[in-house]
């Protein structure tokens, strides 16, 4: 089992980006998907979250201006970012609750995709 994100990039402040994080390999479900990021010496933060029903979560710092969203069909999630400021610049990471071979969950972690917002 993977996490595949995909999506970032080098944007003008204001602009926008879509991420995309797809589960690949044979499970039996995935549960919560959310995105997270990290900068350089810091903690990785909780950027937003969503559970099977869309049900959505977001830190103070993403309210309003992003968005994210998910295809359980494809067990997929978005993360649409809108307004982006230079403070969003980050290796951006998703992950997701996957019930692999059992009904025992575990985290996975998708690779990291860098974003850039220049001032």
């Known amino acids: 089992v993977q996490l595949q994100a995909s999506g970032g990039g080098l944007v003008q402040t204001g602009g926008s980006l879509g991420l995309s994080c797809t589960v690949s390999g044979r499970v039996l479900a995935v549960d919560r998907m959310g995105w997270y990021r990290q900068t350089p010496g810091k903690q990785r933060d909780l950027v937003a979250v969503?559970?099977?029903?869309?049900?959505?979560n977001y830190a103070d710092s993403a309210k309003g201006r992003f968005t994210i969203s998910r295809d359980n069909a494809k067990n997929t999630v978005l993360l649409q970012m809108n307004s982006l400021k230079p403070e969003d610049t980050a290796v951006y990471y998703c992950?997701?609750?996957?019930?692999?071979?059992?009904?025992?969950?575990?985290?996975?972690w998708g690779q990291g995709t860098l974003v850039t917002v220049s001032s």
């Open positions: 992950n997701a609750d996957i019930y692999e071979k059992s009904w025992s969950s575990y985290i996975y």
């Open positions: 969503i559970d099977t029903h869309g049900r959505a």
